[in-house]
């Protein structure tokens, strides 16, 4: 996004992408960095809606799906969010979406995608839990004709709404920017996990859809002679893919989207003790409005018949995203525990980390805060640091 042709990000042995530098960059390409990188700083100063100390700035909550049952049953969570991409390019209020679909080279791997049609939204339609970088061609895409939405991690929206203080374009050409709850990103190894259990080779592989085709739907590895081999979501993510998420991600306070103009998740059904179920179902999508412009998309995208929608309590969120919450709550110890440990942070600004944690118990900060303090002392962590010079800086 910035310093193009200058930083390129790359597949690192880890298996995330990292930015890697070719050439020097100028003072100013470094002070842009340092103000607009969701590695070094967020800051959210939305001024629409309530500001819920967990969930973020809220105009309104629903639940809801695509009427499109076929595209319902495609896509992630009810497939809300993609219907939303096919009522902004058919009803022409964008000429393309700019998202991230599988990789032509690597199935397993992601790309970005530009869509203009039902086709593409379709194609690109489900979760990609693996290393994304949506943003790379940026600067590019601002300088064609059209406008286009965008549809990123929640540190990418982050990051855009960044650039548009220092450049205009941002407002003009991207009418509305959509993102999705995140429970951080994994390793591209976590996938070759996966394809290790379903005891696949790589090079076998057609097409990979981390999920999809049902609620919460498979891990399928399509293989080039037409067979399938999946997996449960339950234990493709569960089992495995959580466990090779990136250390950043471990302590993002923002999970859920806030900087977007539209929030979508998975509206989860609760068992009596709370706990999600991973059970086949309908897909069922938890649509959150954070700013009266994606208030707008939501119910003109109503009207239109694309999606069907209900209100939601917002208290009924916690029942379905119980994991979203209990990180938000906790990044504030685990932030503790780095400054503690003389560790490189990201400056949280805004994002009401205090009232968070108050909301946890007095136990649950406390073993939160061992927990990271001891990963540190152990070296489980040793890449935990971020570029930039916003040291030991922790605003909330």
Same mark, same amino acid.
């Given at each position: 996004?910035?310093?193009?042709?200058?930083?390129?990000?790359?597949?690192?042995?880890?298996?995330?992408?990292?930015?890697?530098?070719?050439?020097?960059?100028?003072?100013?390409?470094?002070?842009?960095?340092?103000?607009?990188?969701?590695?070094?700083?967020?800051?959210?100063?939305?001024?629409?809606?309530?500001?819920?100390?967990?969930?973020?700035?809220?105009?309104?909550?629903?639940?809801?799906?695509?009427?499109?049952?076929?595209?319902?049953?495609?896509?992630?969570?009810?497939?809300?969010?993609?219907?939303?991409?096919?009522?902004?390019?058919?009803?022409?209020?964008?000429?393309?979406?700019?998202?991230?679909?599988?990789s032509d080279v690597s199935p397993i791997e992601n790309a970005i995608v530009e869509s203009a049609n039902r086709a593409g939204v379709f194609a690109a339609a489900g979760s990609r839990y693996?290393?994304?970088?949506?943003?790379?061609?940026?600067?590019?895409?601002?300088?064609?004709?059209?406008?286009?939405?965008?549809?990123?991690?929640?540190?990418?929206?982050?990051?855009?709404?960044?650039?548009?203080?220092?450049?205009?374009?941002?407002?003009?050409?991207?009418?509305?920017?959509?993102?999705?709850?995140?429970?951080?990103?994994?390793?591209?190894?976590?996938?070759?996990?996966?394809?290790?259990?379903?005891?696949?080779?790589?090079?076998?592989?057609?097409?990979?859809?981390?999920?999809?085709?049902?609620?919460?739907?498979?891990?399928?590895?399509?293989?080039?002679?037409?067979?399938?081999?999946?997996?449960?979501?339950?234990?493709?993510?569960?089992?495995?893919?959580?466990?090779?998420?990136?250390?950043?991600?471990?302590?993002?306070?923002?999970?859920?989207?806030?900087?977007?103009?539209?929030?979508?998740?998975?509206?989860?059904?609760?068992?009596?003790?709370?706990?999600?179920?991973?059970?086949?179902?309908?897909?069922?999508?938890?649509?959150?409005?954070?700013?009266?412009?994606?208030?707008?998309?939501?119910?003109?995208?109503?009207?239109?018949?694309?999606? =069907? @929608?209900?209100?939601?309590? +917002?208290?009924?969120? /916690?029942?379905?995203?119980?994991?979203? &919450? !209990? %990180?938000?709550? #906790?990044?504030?110890?685990?932030?503790?525990?780095?400054?503690?440990?003389?560790?490189?942070?990201?400056?949280?600004?805004?994002?009401?980390?205090?009232? =968070? @944690?108050?909301?946890?118990? +007095?136990?649950?900060? /406390?073993?939160?805060?061992?927990?990271? &303090? !001891? %990963?540190?002392? #152990?070296?489980?962590?040793?890449?935990?640091?971020?570029?930039?010079?916003?040291?030991?800086?922790?605003?909330?």
């Amino acid at each position: 996004m910035a310093a193009e042709g200058k930083i390129a990000m790359r597949m690192s042995k880890a298996g995330y992408l990292r930015p890697e530098q070719a050439e020097e960059l100028s003072v100013e390409e470094e002070q842009m960095i340092a103000s607009t990188c969701p590695g070094i700083v967020l800051v959210q100063d939305s001024q629409e809606g309530a500001d819920h100390p967990i969930w973020g700035p809220i105009v309104a909550v629903r639940t809801g799906s695509a009427i499109d049952a076929t595209l319902r049953h495609h896509a992630s969570y009810g497939g809300v969010l993609s219907a939303l991409l096919l009522y902004l390019v058919e009803s022409e209020v964008v000429d393309s979406v700019v998202h991230i679909a599988a990789s032509d080279v690597s199935p397993i791997e992601n790309a970005i995608v530009e869509s203009a049609n039902r086709a593409g939204v379709f194609a690109a339609a489900g979760s990609r839990y693996a290393p994304s970088a949506p943003l790379a061609a940026l600067r590019a895409q601002l300088a064609q004709p059209g406008r286009f939405a965008l549809v990123a991690k929640p540190c990418d929206v982050a990051a855009v709404r960044a650039l548009s203080r220092h450049d205009r374009r941002v407002e003009e050409k991207i009418p509305i920017i959509l993102s999705f709850f995140c429970g951080g990103i994994p390793s591209v190894h976590g996938a070759r996990q996966i394809l290790s259990r379903l005891d696949v080779r790589e090079q076998e592989v057609a097409s990979f859809r981390y999920r999809g085709d049902g609620w919460p739907g498979f891990a399928t590895a399509r293989l080039k002679d037409g067979r399938d081999a999946r997996m449960s979501y339950a234990e493709s993510w569960g089992g495995i893919l959580s466990n090779h998420v990136q250390f950043r991600c471990k302590i993002c306070p923002d999970g859920t989207g806030g900087f977007a103009d539209i929030a979508c998740g998975d509206a989860w059904y609760a068992d009596d003790n709370g706990y999600p179920l991973f059970d086949e179902a309908e897909g069922r999508s938890l649509i959150v409005s954070r700013t009266g412009r994606g208030e707008d998309l939501v119910r003109r995208a109503v009207e239109a018949g694309y999606i =069907a @929608a209900e209100n939601l309590d +917002v208290a009924e969120i /916690l029942k379905m995203q119980p994991s979203q &919450a !209990r %990180r938000k709550q #906790l990044v504030l110890s685990r932030l503790c525990a780095m400054a503690l440990m003389g560790r490189v942070m990201p400056r949280f600004v805004g994002l009401r980390l205090c009232k =968070a @944690a108050w909301s946890a118990s +007095v136990w649950q900060n /406390l073993r939160s805060f061992l927990g990271m &303090a !001891r %990963r540190l002392l #152990l070296g489980r962590n040793a890449s935990a640091t971020v570029f930039g010079s916003n040291r030991n800086s922790m605003k909330v």
